[in-house]
């Protein structure tokens, strides 16, 4: 069983940063790659960027290459998602998930979630 939480949203303006945090329970943390999906209003949940467990591989979707970097740190049990450039469609609320099949980003790929922190860009 793996339990996230994540932190670090909040509202900022176009351009600025934000760096999400997420972090997990249990012993079984590196064997789990990492995602971040978000879901803004009325939209379906969509896939954001991966990492595999030993940290390694990275994977993100076309819309944040160049401006978000995921990174891990097993010790610690935490996942990060640093945010650059950001754009007001950006805006929703930011998942953590784990899951064993790799860098995938399907959603139904990830066994646990986390509640989801909101980030709000303005403008």
């Known amino acids: 069983q793996v339990q996230l939480v994540e932190s670090g949203g909040g509202l900022v303006q176009a351009g600025g940063s934000l760096r999400l945090s997420c972090r997990a329970s249990?012993?079984?943390?590196?064997?789990?790659?990492m995602g971040w999906f978000r879901q803004a209003p009325g939209k379906e949940r969509q896939f954001v960027a991966a990492i595999s467990g030993s940290g390694i591989s990275t994977y993100y979707t076309d819309s944040v290459k160049g401006r978000f970097i995921i990174a891990r740190t097993n010790a610690w049990n935490m996942v990060y998602l640093q945010m650059n450039s950001l754009k007001p469609e950006d805006t929703a609320v930011y998942y953590c998930a784990a899951g064993t099949l790799g860098t995938t980003t399907s959603t139904k790929d990830y066994d646990y979630w986390g509640q989801g922190t909101h980030v709000t860009i303005s403008s």
């Open positions: 249990g012993r079984t943390f590196s064997k789990h790659a």
